[in-house]
């Protein structure tokens, strides 16, 4: 599955560039990522609800961002509001918000409801390439002569307010603080990516989380700055960035952390195809990974430590005075 998603997304890449529209590819890559990841099931009717969900958040956060984009307040609530959103749908998950952030800085200044249809044929590529990796291990499992094992659909997940209140929480803040950054800061926008990307449903898969990305993003960090700096051929960096996302979502159902050292490279290139960003800026997604990390621990952490601190020391307080009075 991960050869036939990488194959799509490099015609999607390499297509536009042959046809004299390289720009093109970008939009196009993004819809298509952001409708791939993190993984898909191998079942059909989990496949296509999973995308189905997927590529209509795509769709939607587009839609926002062109109603928004040039309001910055009404864009940061879309933006919290997305975020909470796939916080209560399982199949969504983080993809709302990250739709609404990343096409927000890809489409510009002054995006139309006509750009919108290249972020969808991105996302219907996904569904092509689902289908010819299921065709193809129909028939290897049929000239085996043995039945795919093949995992029920994962049940959609009961409503977490508590999950949605904390996401709500982080976000809002990862999104005034990077409203606050300087305007000549590229890639402030990572900071808001990185607490979508880190918070988790519960405490114990959110500081599993943690410590995957801050390792692997170190690692992806150093990659994404060799390959911005070196400013390779067009036909090159199509390859890396099809080995990378490859590797990423091969090996991303092993351990996350092999995703957060190959998924920033692979998401730098394609904001920004067929241009380069700084060569700087996997330095700076870095940061913006350290910053987001520090707001989730303390929405996570730190806030309902302090939190359940009160109570506990006042009710203790009081038992103390109960039992000083009753002593003779």
């Known amino acids: 599955m991960a ?7 490099g015609l999607l890449l390499v297509v536009p560039q042959l046809w004299g529209r390289p720009e093109l590819g970008s ?5 298509f990522v952001l409708t791939a990841v993190p993984s898909l099931p191998t079942t059909g009717r989990a496949a296509l609800a999973t995308m189905s969900a997927r590529a209509t958040a795509v769709l939607a956060g587009g839609a926002l961002v062109v109603a928004s984009v040039d309001r910055p307040a009404l864009l940061a609530v879309v933006t919290v509001g997305a975020a909470v959103s796939g916080a209560l749908i399982d199949r969504v998950g983080a993809t709302a918000g990250l739709a609404v952030v990343l096409i927000a800085v890809d489409a510009g200044a002054h995006p139309t409801i006509a750009d919108l249809p290249a972020y969808a044929i991105g996302a219907a590529t996904v569904f092509g390439a689902w289908t010819v990796w299921w065709a193809g291990a129909k028939v290897i499992a049929e000239q085996r002569d043995r039945p795919r094992d093949e995992p029920q659909a994962p049940a959609v997940r009961v409503l977490d307010r508590a999950h949605a209140a904390r996401v709500a929480a982080a976000v809002a803040v990862a999104v005034v603080v990077a409203d606050r950054l300087p305007d000549d800061l590229v890639g402030g926008h990572w900071l808001v990516t990185s607490v979508l990307l880190t918070i988790q449903p519960g405490r114990p898969a ?3 989380r943690l410590v995957q990305r801050l390792c692997g993003n170190t690692a992806g960090a150093v990659l994404a700055a060799v390959l911005l700096g070196a400013h390779p051929a067009v036909p090159v960096a199509v390859a890396v960035t099809v080995l ?7 090996l991303r159902p092993v351990n996350y952390t092999w995703w957060a050292v190959t998924g920033p490279p692979v998401l730098l ?4 195809y067929p241009h380069w960003f700084p060569w700087y800026e996997g330095g ?3 940061a913006m990974n350290l910053a987001g990390a520090a707001i989730v621990v303390a929405v996570v952490f730190v ?5 359940t601190a009160f109570p506990r020391s006042a009710r203790s307080d009081n038992v103390y005075k109960i039992q000083c009075k009753e002593v003779p």
């Open 27 to 31: 939009a196009l890559a993004l819809g």
């Open 284 to 286: 700076v997604r870095l």
């Open 3 to 9: 050869a036939a998603l990488a194959g799509a997304l």
């Open 303 to 307: 806030v309902p430590m302090v939190w």
């Open 269 to 272: 290139v394609v904001s920004e």
């Open 244 to 250: 990378l996302f490859l590797l990423a979502v091969a």
């Open 206 to 208: 959110t500081r599993t």
